[in-house]
């Protein structure tokens, strides 16, 4: 059962989101509070979207699986609006259920549903397992683009160069 995510799966979020940052082998890395979280999802401005993958337990209680995490982003080629996931998780013990897949189909019928163009995402080059289920999808992966990124004393000092 995939859903969108409500508020008070905010604490849930955060959780899951620091367990992906471990197996990332980046434990320290998420700064985020779960009220930033709370924030970006559901306050006055909101621009970012969650979706929650729950799995129905043997004594019919849903437990959460996983999540998505996106927002929309714009292709100036093509005219409009696509998706961009920013984390994909699904816990351990609930993998090889279908959830990944699952939340991956929502998000692709999404951008059917509202005439978004495409569906992008960012995989870690150790991530064999996440690469093999992703090419399995029909993914492509895209070579020729290297991400790049800005932040900390670097975004700092090109920001505060501004004329």
């Not at 995939?2 to 905010?10: K, L, N, T």
């Not at 927002?71 to 699904?90: A, C, H, M, P, Q």
């Not at 991956?104 to 995989?123: D, F, H, K, Q």
Request: proline letters at 5%; glycine letters at 10%; one cysteine or more.
């Amino acid at each position: 059962m995939i859903r969108p995510a409500r508020p008070d799966d905010v604490p849930l979020l955060h959780r899951m989101i620091g367990e992906l940052a471990e197996y990332e082998k980046e434990p320290d890395a998420v700064l985020a509070t779960e009220d930033d979280l709370h924030q970006a999802l559901f306050g006055s401005d909101a621009a970012v979207y969650a979706h929650v993958a729950e799995h129905v337990d043997t004594d019919g209680a849903l437990v959460p699986a996983g999540f998505a995490l996106w927002f929309r982003n714009y292709s100036t080629w093509t005219g409009k609006y696509g998706i961009y996931l920013e984390d994909l998780y699904v816990r351990p013990e609930m993998r090889g259920h279908g959830y990944g897949g699952a939340l991956l189909r929502n998000l692709a019928g999404i951008c059917v549903e509202r005439g978004y163009t495409r569906l992008e995402w960012s995989v870690l080059n150790w991530n064999a397992p996440a690469i093999g289920f992703y090419e399995s999808l029909g993914s492509t992966p895209m070579d020729e683009w290297t991400v790049r990124r800005l932040d900390g004393d670097s975004l700092v000092a090109v920001g505060s160069a501004q004329a």
